[in-house]
């Protein structure tokens, strides 16, 4: 079925759309002043303008950025929310399959021929559901803020090392001659310390107080002091790794903020996989053989 056009006017050609040669087009776009069928027209603050002036536009249009230098997005944190999921399923996983704990978790005395568990154990939990809902509880409280100010590739470079940061720092304080060289860590403490860590220079940058921020890492470091079974080990390596990319984060100038975002992440990798071989060479080869 076509649409009917309008009769061509006396004594000239009827203008018809670029793009459909065969369809009669009075209307113009306000930008180009070509002629648009209806199915090229697109709503202008004045008249209409045509799909290619629009698409022109959008390309030329530079997209609205945070103050560190992510593009600004609407909708959901996508990788928050992918991390919570993926804990979720492990912890279920742990509850339902006896060896998945065991696989994951990171202890310093198998990590070196495992290393897969400096990060896997950031996604494991205690049994208990208070272990996993505090950690969640407080990732969903900072993680979109970060996320959005970041950008998402940058906050998951600073989740993903601050959880190795916090293995790491496990590493870092165990003894090989104590106990704490054969016990098993899990949890995302770690990560969400980083997260902590990450966002005092964030607020300081945005001219906001970080009072709360620091007085909640203090009450949470004061923890293990009262209560047993925490890993503070972990919470000071992930802290420390946070707070040194969130401070790089905030302090890279406008037009080196790109170079930083993959920069600064690569030397901190660099250095956790540097403190992890000096730890592991200073420690008996017969040791780590149990």
């Not at 000239?12 to 793009?19: I, K, L, M, T, Y």
Request: net charge positive.
């Amino acid at each position: 079925m076509s649409t009917p056009q309008p009769a061509p006017q006396q004594g000239g050609e009827a203008p018809v759309c670029p793009r459909h040669p065969d369809r009669v087009a009075y209307v113009r776009c306000q930008r180009c002043g070509r002629p648009t069928c209806p199915e090229c027209q697109r709503p202008a603050a004045v008249g209409v303008q045509c799909v290619d002036c629009v698409a022109q536009a959008a390309r030329s249009t530079r997209s609205a950025r945070t103050l560190f230098g992510a593009t600004v997005r609407e909708g959901r944190p996508v990788v928050t929310l992918t991390i919570i999921a993926l804990c979720a399923v492990s912890w279920v996983l742990q509850l339902t399959t006896p060896s998945w704990t065991s696989q994951w978790a990171f202890a310093p005395w198998i990590a070196q021929e495992e290393p897969w568990r400096f990060l896997t154990a950031a996604f494991l939990h205690s049994r208990s559901p208070l272990h996993i809902l505090f950690n969640m509880y407080a990732l969903w409280l900072v993680g979109p803020f970060l996320e959005q100010a970041f950008g998402r590739a940058r906050f998951l470079a600073l989740y993903v090392l601050a959880a190795v940061g916090g293995s790491v720092g496990v590493l870092l304080l165990a003894s090989p001659y104590e106990a704490s060289w054969m016990q098993a860590v899990v949890g995302a403490s770690g990560a969400v310390f980083g997260l902590f860590g990450a966002i005092i220079p964030v607020l300081r940058r945005m001219g906001r107080d970080a009072g709360q921020i620091v007085v909640l890492i203090a009450i949470n470091m004061a923890l293990p002091l009262f209560v047993g079974g925490i890993a503070w080990q972990a919470h000071v390596g992930g802290l420390v790794v946070g707070l040194v990319i969130g401070a790089g984060y905030a302090a890279a100038p406008r037009e080196r903020q790109r170079l930083v975002g993959w920069a600064l992440p690569a030397v901190v990798a660099v250095a956790l996989v540097g403190l992890t071989v000096w730890k592991y060479s200073t420690v008996p080869a017969l040791i780590n053989l149990f």
